[in-house]
C-alpha cells in the first residue's frame, strides 16, 4: 500500500462508495479473463483520474473519517483485499506510476494472491500520539465456521506520514496516518462460502471483531 498525503486522500474520498465494484464468489487462482478484467478496472480508474473504488470491500468505514473532534475511534475504514480486489489495486497504482502491468507480469502478481485474503487497516494516531502509534496494533487473526482460527500469515505496516484533520469546531489539526494490512492465507476449501470472523487488537490493547461472509465478495 502506498502511504503519500496525496494518494491517501485520493483513495480516502471512496472509501464509503458501495457500488461500481463488482462482487460475486471469490475465484482463487484468478483465471486469465478475469486477470484482464481486473487489470482493466484498475488502470481504467487511474487514467479517468478518478480515485480508486474500493466498493463492497469496504468491511468498515467511519461515518466521518476527515474528523476527530471527540477524539474518535482511530480507525477510518477496513478494507477486505481478495485476489481480484489486490490485483485491481495493483494495476491502479501502477497506472499512476506510468508504469507497464499486464501480460505475464499481471498473471505472476496474481498467481500469488490465490488463496490470499488480505484485510487493510486505514488509521490516524490518537492525540498526543508520534509515528509509533502503527506500531501499537497487535496481532490479527480470523476464525472460520468451526471455530478453526488462523494467525495472519505476514503484517505489513506503512511508514506514517501527517496529515490534517478537522477538530473542535472549525480547527485543523494534524496526526499521523498509515495503513496496516493483515494477510492470510486460508484453506482452500474455505472459499468462497464460509462465514469468518476477523479480530485485531489496536493501540490500546481493545479487541476488534468483524464477522463476514466471503460469498458477498468476487
Known sequence: MLCKPAFAALIAVTLGVLAASPSGAIETPLALPSIAEAVTAGSGMAQRGEGYTFGPYVLFSSDDSMSVAGEKDPIEAI??????????????????????????????FASGQAGIIEFVLFLHGRSGQGREFISLYGNATVTDASGKQYAAEQTVRTTPVNDAYLGIGSSIVTRWLGQITYRFRLDPSLLPQSQLTFAFTDDRGTEHRYPLALAKFR
Request: proline share 7%; charged share 20%; no cysteine.
Open 79 to 108: 478494507i477486505v483485499g481478495t485476489p481480484y480486489e489486490r490485483l485491481r489495486f495493483e494495476a491502479y497504482v501502477l497506472a499512476h506510476q506510468r508504469k507497464p502491468f499486464g501480460g505475464a507480469v499481471a498473471a505472476n
